[in-house]
């Protein structure tokens, strides 16, 4: 509930700073019409608050948001995170099944980027900055809702394709505040940084 509040707050701040940032750019445009800041109500403006409000939510913390929720849903729906110690036959196996393909994983990771010339090295042959440093997060992500569905499912968690589907899509519906305020803090910063 007290989180259902600061959401609330929150939007209504960013919401606010929104409306002043408009009106703040029309009065000075319009007291100093010399000066380099740009109107949202004038013609330009306009054009520009219609024209690139798709451009202003493309950016790399959208699709983060979305990876990091999915996530978060799929390792909550496990029972991943309330296993404390196994208790049962299925979830000692299906913990060993999990540990089984992170080994995996981890092996791959290492061929792509352990070894000389591997193809995840930038091309100057580092880790860092590189390919494999870009998508480090998503990667994680992955590899978190890879291995949970896998736990939950083999632990007995998930007893249909359907549960499968529905921890991901519960993470994002649980996440679902963060998207409303990345909408409106991302155009907050767009529209600032054209009026200024």
């Known amino acids: 509930m007290r989180t259902k509040k600061i959401f609330g707050a929150l939007v209504v701040v960013l919401l606010a700073a929104w409306l002043l940032l408009i009106l703040v750019s029309w009065l ?38 979305l990876l990091v929720s999915m996530g ?4 909550d729906a496990s029972g991943l995170l309330q296993l404390h110690s196994p208790t ?10 999990v540990a089984i393909e992170l080994a995996v994983i981890v092996v791959a ?21 590189s390919s494999f440093s870009d998508s480090l997060l ?6 978190v809702i890879i291995t949970s569905l896998t ?14 589907i529905d921890a991901p899509v519960a993470g994002i519906r649980k996440a679902s ?8 803090a991302a155009e907050l910063y767009a529209s600032f940084c054209f009026v200024f």
């Open 28 to 65: 000075i445009a319009a007291a100093m019409p010399q000066s380099a800041v740009h109107s949202l109500l004038s013609n330009e403006g306009l054009r520009w608050l219609f024209g690139s409000l798709m451009q202003n939510l493309s950016t790399p913390v959208l699709p983060a948001l």
């Open 72 to 75: 978060w849903g799929c390792l």
């Open 88 to 97: 049962t036959y299925r979830q000692r196996f299906a913990l060993r099944l």
């Open 109 to 129: 990771l290492l061929l792509l980027t352990a070894i000389p010339h591997a193809p995840l090295l930038s091309a100057t042959g580092v880790l860092f900055p």
């Open 138 to 143: 998503p990667l994680v992500c992955i590899i």
């Open 151 to 164: 736990y939950g499912y083999a632990s007995g968690k998930f007893t249909s394709f359907q549960m499968l």
């Open 177 to 184: 505040p963060l998207f409303l305020l990345y909408v409106i």
